[in-house]
């Protein structure tokens, strides 16, 4: 569950997040999740939200250079992508644990029926 008040302070710092009246807005969980796990990360200390405002204006420049139509709908996916960054420059994890825990995440989706749960099991890493 995201706090209302932290949310709100946060797409107050970064105006471009999908909102509506009542606050941030989620096409998928996972984005929710990221959302979440950016506000808590931001919340203990990790970066200020300068610096996450940068990282993700980074980001989001690299899509649209690559193509990304910036439509909106990948959005989160930048969000993601900035988080990753942070963390591996901040020394929480490196690129090498991510791109493993990424895999992992593919294959335990590959294997999950639609609208089931996906859980990661030690297969998954293999």
């Known amino acids: 569950m995201i706090d209302s008040a932290a949310a709100r302070r ?5 105006p471009s997040i999908p909102r509506d ?4 807005v989620f096409r ?6 990221a959302f979440a796990m950016a506000l808590a990360l931001h919340e ?6 300068n610096e996450w405002a940068a990282t993700l204006g980074d980001e989001i ?13 990948t959005y989160y996916r930048h969000w993601l992508n900035a988080l990753e960054r942070l963390v591996a ?4 994890t490196d690129g090498a ?8 995440w593919d294959h335990a989706a590959d294997r999950t029926p639609h609208g089931t749960p996906i859980e990661l099991t030690p297969d998954d890493f293999r």
């Open 21 to 24: 009246a009542q606050g941030p």
């Open 44 to 49: 203990r200390g990790l970066f200020t939200w």
């Open 97 to 104: 644990t991510l791109a493993r825990y990424r895999d992992a």
């Open 89 to 92: 420059a901040k020394g929480v």
């Open 10 to 14: 946060v797409t107050d710092a970064v």
């Open 28 to 33: 998928e969980p996972w984005e929710a999740q």
């Open 61 to 73: 420049k690299r899509a649209q250079a690559a193509g990304d139509p910036d439509t909106g709908e």
